[in-house]
């Protein structure tokens, strides 16, 4: 009897057994249980065996309502045992008596889930949200009846898992015969009774057979269930190999993705997928990831990212491909012990792989190196994103040795003036295994653009500045071998800055905006969906002047946190906020899809930086056919050697961002008079690999390396 447990008021895991010392005992004292939970594994039922067992010679009977996140081989059970009903045969095959079971929790717990199903001892019902807006049921909720009317509700952040055991978890208790608890008992009981007749109106309650026909279940791994060895095994709804289960909706990879994961395979599980930004990479590597669970037994997936903000995107992603995802980075001290439990879950063949996402930094630590030492390399699967970050010296130990499998991900793997670091890279995961050039995704992937150069020049001083800056260079060049280079990078920074923040720029971009603001009034439209790349220190000079014209406007910079940043982009795509201004925290893995209109006027020489600027904008959104991509070069007004070193520094951009846009003949005959003039039309032609490789050994690859 319930009432005569000692229960406390909180149980919490810090100093008490949560299954063992609250839901056993309430289990075996009542004769029934109504559950509301999040994930629910049958891991949970080996754990609980004593309490159960104790619960069904009560006459007892559980009844569950569980968020559709399900491993394959409990929803298989669940199927299996809702099919024995009604087929004599599969039913015999099922068959446990009652003192047998506490063996087949232990042993065979799968087995134990479709029998109970099946003989009416367990039910589960499947809350998903009404409105389907990606919203999960998440609560943590039960309630205990016993004969004599006695009811006790316990509610808390404790999953049905054997991952839960492992948390910091708690419970609050309320007893129905204790003074002043019995309205906390009865409302919870009330609402857990609504769930499962399906009268609540967030969640939509469904029955094992409205879930296999409304296909609502979200698998979280495709292993065999491991009780087929009596031929009893339901047949499942068919999943085309093209598609991967996520949420409710399956996401068919494009073709091409399909065809990445195939090269990969065919390569050993090991190489880098060279993908124009905006083509779907992470998506494609964790479908990769679950072929490789499939194929090769993989029972640790390491994701390396290069920032927080990815770090979080890829966490939720992975959420959708049924992974529980574990952060390492300087925001969450407790990664090591995170980890732990992340590889002593996964030892489990039940669980879900291991999934442990780290920034890049952390994962360069030693303390990193340590923590994933436990992990089995013959069943490790290595995810670099945005790859190029780990050829340099001091990042390269994030590259495990150990990993069996290995997949690098980025849209320029190569490293700019680094020959050494993109050779590490490449020979580590054994080269680039399939290519998607921004040429081939225009149009059908991405969104095609026009190209508009606008030509700026340096004001006297400047250009008096820049020349000078560009002697004194040439003189340390001269004499680099006679000093530590310090100096010589002092000089290129100091020359760069004076490109970067030309004063023309800011007045140009102020009457092309006007202008626009002008057509959009003839339209009768807002101006809107403007993404503006400005200088680093000196975006809050763009930002004034663009706030000055009445435009909404916002900074999007490193201080900006992160959870700001995403209210930020919710705005701007909605249209409250017209104009984003941005440094380099936009360059890598941030989503804008909704951007129209890019202004870049960082006049960077790195590859690198500005494809992935320019992939920001060219992102498929509803109702956008095509981006606009204004782009501010500075250009001699001149034909000495320092107009040349300018065109040199500049037009490899060019050249690369004409090359793919609609209005490429016409971008070319802006900047044609100015290379005629200086005697160097064939830089309409060189984009910036062409241009490296050419110039290698001279002053304008020590520019960029310092750059």
């Known amino acids: 009897m319930l009432s005569k447990l000692d229960l406390q008021e909180v149980y919490d895991s810090s100093t008490s057994d949560l299954v063992k010392d609250l839901q056993i005992p309430l289990l075996s004292n009542s004769t029934a249980y109504l559950r509301g939970v999040g994930y629910f594994s049958s891991g949970w039922l080996r754990i609980a065996a004593s309490g159960l067992i104790g619960h069904i010679e009560n006459g007892g009977k559980a009844c569950v309502v569980v968020s559709p996140i399900l491993e394959r081989h409990d929803w298989e059970a669940m199927q299996t045992g809702h099919a024995a009903v009604v087929q004599d045969t599969l039913n015999r095959s099922l068959a446990i008596a009652v003192d047998r079971l506490a063996h087949e929790l232990e042993h065979n717990t799968v087995n134990a889930l479709a029998w109970m199903v099946a003989d009416n001892l367990l039910e589960f019902r499947f809350a998903v949200e009404r409105m389907r807006e990606g ?3 998440h609560d943590k909720v039960a309630v205990f009846d016993d004969n004599h009317g006695n009811c006790v509700a316990i509610h808390g952040s404790f999953n049905d898992s054997v991952k839960a055991t492992l948390n910091g978890e708690a419970f609050s208790v309320f007893r129905s ?6 309205p906390f008992v009865l409302r919870h009981k009330r609402r857990l009774q609504e769930l499962w007749r399906d009268e609540n109106a967030q969640f939509k309650t469904y029955e094992i057979p409205d879930a296999i026909r409304e296909k609502v279940i979200k698998l979280r791994e495709t292993s065999d269930p491991p009780y087929n060895s009596t031929g009893a095994k339901l047949a499942q709804t068919e999943t085309p190999t093209s598609v991967t289960v996520v949420n409710e909706v399956p996401i ?15 390569a050993g599980y090991r190489g880098i997928l060279e993908m124009a930004t905006g083509t779907g990479k992470t998506i494609t590597a964790l479908s990769a990831a679950r072929a490789s669970v499939d194929a090769c037994g993989t029972r640790s997936i390491v994701i390396l990212v290069p920032y927080l903000h990815l770090m979080e995107q890829w966490g939720e992603d992975a959420r959708r491909f049924g992974l529980n995802p574990q952060y390492c980075s300087g925001n969450n001290p407790d990664w ?3 980890i732990r439990s992340a590889i002593m879950n996964a030892a489990s063949p039940s669980a879900s792989p291991a999934c442990i996402i780290a920034v890049h930094q952390t994962s360069a630590t030693e303390r990193f190196e340590n923590a994933i030492s436990r992990l089995d390399g013959g069943k490790l699967l290595l995810i670099a994103d945005e790859v190029h970050g780990l050829g340099a010296r001091h990042m390269r130990k994030a590259l495990n040795e150990v990993a069996a499998q290995r997949l690098g991900l980025s849209a320029t793997p190569d490293r700019w003036f680094d020959d050494d670091g993109t050779a590490f890279i490449k020979s580590y995961f054994e080269g680039v295994c399939y290519e998607l050039p921004l040429e081939q995704a225009i149009g059908t992937i991405l969104t095609p653009y026009r190209y508009y150069p606008q030509i700026i ?6 250009r008096a500045e820049y020349t ?40 140009q971009l102020f009457r092309i905006v006007e202008q626009l603001k002008q057509q959009a009034a003839i339209d009768g439209t807002e101006l809107r969906d403007i993404l503006v790349y400005a200088p680093a220190g000196h975006h809050k000079d763009y930002l004034v002047a663009l706030s000055g014209m009445g435009l909404r406007c916002h900074e999007f910079v490193h201080s900006v946190s992160l959870r700001r940043r995403e209210e930020v982009l919710r705005q701007f795509a909605a249209g409250h906020i017209q104009v984003l201004v941005a440094v380099k925290c936009l360059d ?7 951007t129209r209109t890019a202004f870049i006027l960082a006049s960077s020489t790195n590859p690198r930086e500005f494809v992935q600027r320019r992939g920001r904008v060219l992102r498929r959104f509803k109702g956008k056919e095509r981006a606009d991509v204004y782009d501010f070069l500075v250009l001699p007004s001149g034909s000495g050697d320092v107009d040349k070193g300018l065109l040199r520094r500049e037009m490899p951009r060019f050249a690369e961002f004409a090359s793919s846009a609609i209005n490429e003949f016409d971008a070319r005959s802006i900047v044609r008079p100015i290379l005629d003039a200086n005697e160097m039309l064939p830089l309409l032609d060189k984009r910036p690999w062409d241009v490296y490789n050419e110039l290698k050994q001279s002053e304008w690859d020590v520019e960029n390396e310092y750059e």
């Open 336 to 338: 090591p012990r995170q």
């Open 252 to 266: 068919e990879l494009r073709s091409y993705q399909s065809a990445a994961i195939e090269k990969w395979r065919s």
């Open 177 to 182: 015969w204790v003074p002043g608890q019995e």
């Open 135 to 137: 919203g999960d049921y």
């Open 468 to 507: 000078l800056l560009s002697k004194q260079i040439a003189s340390a060049i001269a004499h680099a071998k006679d000093d530590s280079g310090e100096k010589l990078k002092s000089l290129l920074l100091r020359r760069t800055r004076i490109v970067s923040a030309a004063r023309q720029k800011l007045p």
């Open 588 to 594: 890598e893995g941030v989503d804008v899809p909704s």
């Open 457 to 462: 020049n340096l004001e006297s001083d400047e």
